[in-house]
């Protein structure tokens, strides 16, 4: 398969990223503005549960990328989304649990992204280089941060979130 093949696939999942990290900052917003019961609120709920049929589909073109060190996104990512989900039922029926599950299942994130993030750098172009350090980046600072948001501290997320987002637009707009 060849790097174009390869970046079709990946810069589709990118473009859904970006979608999803809008959406996580409406969540994040909410939750900075009206405290941690917004996550409870009927709009939170909805839009977390898009994000997670969003995490299937940007999964879907980033498996089907054939990314470096593959094996960490088909078993991270489907294993994320499988706890994600379970949250997200639990929070639905307004169990705070569900919240605790969300969070763990991000920390598989990362986890997932380093055979996106490994993938990336081999592609040739100082530019790309630097966007995918601050895609990546963001997205670790991001996964440490909602922990902290469990203690009313969405902040942390925020910033990773914003600092993914900028990374994925340039990978998208640039390559």
């Known amino acids: ?59 879907v073109f980033y498996a089907s990328a054939r990314l470096r060190v593959r094996t960490l996104m088909v078993y991270a990512a489907p294993a994320a989304l499988a706890i994600t989900l379970i949250g997200l039922v639990l929070l639905t029926i307004h169990s705070f649990l569900g919240a605790d599950l969300i969070v763990l299942g991000y920390f598989l994130e990362p986890i997932a992204g380093v055979s996106l993030y490994l993938t990336l750098l081999g592609i040739e172009g100082r530019l790309i280089k630097a966007a995918t350090h601050v895609f990546f980046w963001g997205a670790v600072v991001f996964t440490v941060g909602l922990p902290i948001i469990l203690v009313k501290d969405p902040y942390i997320s925020i910033m990773g979130d914003l600092i993914k987002l900028i990374g994925l637009v340039i990978l998208i707009m640039f390559k």
Request: hydrophobic share 75%; net charge neutral.
């Open 1 to 59: 398969m060849s790097n174009v093949d390869i970046w079709g696939y990946v810069k589709l999942g990118n473009v859904v990223s970006v979608a999803a990290a809008v959406l996580i900052l409406v969540v994040l917003f909410g939750v900075a503005l009206m405290g941690l019961q917004a996550i409870f609120a009927q709009w939170a709920l909805a839009i977390m549960w898009v994000l997670w049929l969003m995490g299937i589909v940007a999964y």
